[in-house]
């Protein structure tokens, strides 16, 4: 049989927020019992830090790999940040079945997943939504979280207005969205905040943030990179979503590690354990903080569902 190409647009059509959360919520769930693997991904950080990365994981039925190239700066050219394949394998022969558009996947499954964390995490009806920095991760965390929540606002902040206000366009259509002058002023009333710059600076303190708020941290993606001040992490209840990754990769967690102010068992879990049981209830003024590092087993889950709906075996 022929390898198949999914392009972008089979998979902006095919993988709806609705069906990418629960296939999120399952793969999570498949990741923390086992039955669903991934190996510490390889990344190579380009002197001007562009990123390449090699991102493999393993079903049983399927293997295969995220394969990628991250360039927060491509929006001056008009061009994604992240753009590369995902390979899919068959397991039982070794054959490349099929390469699904990996920029597409990853815009969709990464507020998918936020979304399946704050269902776990935040509170049970949260009313604002804060979104800061508005680039397609923005797009995509306001589409999946609406599909958990009603919110009554959404607030928007990016260094950039222009693409705050794009975003609004885009994505808050009948949405009650405002764009803010400052991260405190976008943050204060928020029940849920996601954080999605590329990573470069602090943008959220402790001081900025309600008591009961629960934060989605996704931009940075590398040790040396962070979007949360020390004292933020410190105060928060921790989880992630692999351990590992973690304690390799999260400039969030590992600066206020290496300044001594939290110890390892400062992670308190993974999302996927919260789904497996052992749930999470919160206190009312508790902050969480769910860090997002990307796992592969989203990937490939999310190519899986692709190649199986195209090949007409769903
Ligand atoms: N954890 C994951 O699984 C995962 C997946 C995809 C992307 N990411 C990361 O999320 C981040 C965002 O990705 P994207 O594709 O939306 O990028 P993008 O370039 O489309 O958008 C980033 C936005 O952040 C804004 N910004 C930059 N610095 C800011 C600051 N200090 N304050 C406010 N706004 C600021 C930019 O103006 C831009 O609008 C990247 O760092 C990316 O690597 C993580």
């Known amino acids: 049989m022929e390898q198949l190409f999914i ?9 709806s927020p609705v069906v990418c959360i629960g296939l999120m919520e399952e793969v999570l769930k498949e990741q923390d019992d086992g039955s669903f693997v991934q190996y510490i991904r390889n990344q190579t950080v380009f002197p001007d830090s562009n990123i390449f990365g090699v991102m493999p994981a393993y079903s049983g039925k399927y293997f295969g790999a995220k394969v990628l190239s991250v360039y927060p700066d491509n929006f001056k050219r008009g061009l994604p940040s992240h753009q ?9 022969t070794g054959k490349l079945i099929a390469t699904v558009d990996a920029g597409m996947v990853t ?9 399946v964390a704050s269902k776990y995490l935040a509170v049970k009806r949260p009313e604002v939504l804060c979104i800061i920095g508005c680039g397609e991760q923005g797009e995509s ?23 705050a ?27 849920i905040i996601c954080t999605l710059t590329p990573g470069n600076t602090i943008v959220l303190e402790e001081s900025m943030v ?4 629960h934060i989605n941290a996704v931009g940075a993606c590398a040790p040396a990179k962070r979007e949360l001040s020390s004292e933020l992490v410190r105060r928060s209840r921790f989880f992630c979503d692999n351990v590992d990754s973690v304690m390799k990769e999260s400039g969030d967690l590992l600066y206020p590690l290496h300044e001594g102010l939290v110890g390892e068992d400062h992670i308190l879990g993974t999302i996927g354990a919260c789904i497996n049981g052992k749930t999470y209830i919160r206190n009312e003024d508790d902050i969480t903080v769910f860090e997002a590092l990307g796992m592969a087993v989203e990937d490939l889950k999310c190519a899986i569902y692709l190649y199986e709906k195209k090949r007409g075996l769903l």
């Open 107 to 115: 815009k969709i499954r990464t507020g998918a997943v936020s979304a």
């Open 210 to 213: 309600k008591k009961g708020a």
């Open 141 to 163: 965390h306001i589409e999946a979280l609406s599909e958990v929540f009603e919110f009554s606002r959404i607030n928007l902040f990016d260094m950039s207005k222009d693409r």
């Open 165 to 191: 206000y794009s975003l609004m366009e885009k994505a808050c259509s009948g949405k009650n969205a405002v764009v803010c002058n400052s991260v405190e002023e976008a943050a204060a009333e928020a029940d």
């Open 84 to 92: 590369g394949a995902i390979l899919l394998f068959e397991e039982e």
């Open 7 to 15: 392009d972008a647009g089979y998979v902006r059509e095919n993988l």
